[in-house]
């Protein structure tokens, strides 16, 4: 991961390796660079590639601790691991600044769970879903 700017992280290279929303589904390493945007005034952050956005992460910010509401990719862009490579870009990030995050999207969660490397940034005392929900 590369800083390009204050508030963007493009992946590079092996941390391109996120899965889909099966969670199953790798991407390729020649993928095209994911670059996340932090647009704090309305709380989301952004993915782009050739700067077109492709997927996006609603959150909202108490003190230190971040709390990702729902993670969306556009349609077009569906099936490419776009999800999770944003949400570990994400989640990095949040770590580097000494953040921790209360999951409520269940997409996150269920991300979150099948990467216990991001366990320590999940916040202790208020972690959110635990899993996600599945057929409701």
């Known amino acids: 991961m590369a800083g390009n700017a204050e508030g963007m992280v493009t992946l590079t290279g092996t941390e391109q390796d996120g899965a889909d929303m099966d969670l199953s589904v790798a991407t390729t390493p020649d993928a095209e660079d994911l670059i996340i945007i932090e647009d704090s005034d309305v709380g989301i952050y952004e993915a782009t590639l050739g700067g077109v956005t492709v997927a996006g992460v609603v959150y909202s910010k108490t003190g230190s601790r971040v709390t990702l509401l729902a993670t969306s990719v556009f349609p077009e862009f569906r099936g490419r691991g776009i999800a999770a490579r944003l949400l570990g870009g994400v989640l990095d990030k949040l770590r580097a600044q000494g953040e921790t995050v209360t999951v409520t999207c269940p997409f996150a969660a269920e991300f979150v769970s099948a990467h216990p ?20």
Do not use: K, L, W
């Open 117 to 136: 490397e991001y366990a320590d940034v999940r916040d202790s005392a208020i972690p959110g879903n635990s899993t996600a929900r599945r057929g409701h």
